[in-house]
């Protein structure tokens, strides 16, 4: 258990729908990253928060958004969603504000039907 | 673009066996190369690599960096069925006041009795 815990573990819902996945870091952390993963792509960055400021952006579409909250958790929303959005999407967190060593989530794996 | 090639995609060995993962990339500003083992759902942390020929090891995994080549490899020795997994590599490199990590598509090590 990484001390990451992301909610819900699995989604499904249609396309146009909009969600949000919920994680919590490990306690002390400050940094939160989003990744998407999907079977062709791999581990895709999305963005990085910092102690509630966003610190790094990926390949994060415009339908997509985050924040981090005071109390350090984090959330994803993905709207207008498409099939494409299909995928498992995974919360990790670290203590420093550049990368190193990431703490991951389980994942909330979203199928969008 | 950034990428991180790993090879091969997928390996089937028996127990006892010896494994070499190989991990090539091409980043602007490297700052590190990591593996990552992913069982079921999260990546968790393996090795951190900074400096060129030294090798990082844990138990039966160990780990080299060449900065000339622009690789990496992780070997596995007296592998078990435990080592099937994926096993991803990433390079963290520095961009616009940030650190990001590119991962690799990894490689699905199958470990048989």
């Known amino acids: 258990d990484s001390g990451v815990t992301q909610t819900p573990k699995h989604l499904i819902t249609a396309t146009g729908q909009r969600v949000t996945l919920r994680c919590s870091p490990r306690s002390g952390d400050l940094s939160v990253y989003w990744y998407q993963q999907s079977l062709d792509q791999g581990l895709q960055f999305l963005i990085q928060y910092y102690n509630g400021e966003e610190r790094a952006k990926g390949n994060i579409l415009e339908r997509f958004s985050a924040q981090q909250f005071p109390d350090l958790h984090s959330e994803l929303n993905l709207s207008s969603l498409e099939l494409g959005d299909s995928a498992l999407y995974f919360c990790?967190?670290?203590?420093?504000?550049?990368?190193?060593?990431?703490?991951f989530g389980e994942g909330s794996r979203l199928t969008v039907l | 673009e950034d990428k991180v090639v790993q090879s091969p995609l997928s390996l089937v060995v028996h127990e006892g066996d010896t494994v070499t993962l190989n991990c090539s990339y091409e980043v602007t500003n490297f700052r590190s190369l990591l593996w990552y083992k992913q069982e079921k759902k999260a990546p968790t942390f393996l090795f951190m690599l900074?400096?060129?020929?030294i090798e990082k090891k844990s138990g039966r995994l160990s780990s080299i960096l060449d900065k000339k080549e622009l690789s990496s490899i992780l070997n596995i020795t007296a592998t078990q069925t435990g080592d099937s997994a994926i096993y991803l590599c990433?390079?963290?490199?520095?961009?616009?006041?940030?650190?990001?990590?590119?991962f690799g598509k990894g490689t699905k090590l199958s470990v048989i009795p």
């Open positions: 990433a390079s963290e490199y520095s961009g616009a006041g940030s650190y990001q990590l590119t």
């Open positions: 900074t400096s060129s020929g």
């Open positions: 990790a967190s670290n203590r420093q504000m550049n990368t190193g060593e990431l703490f």
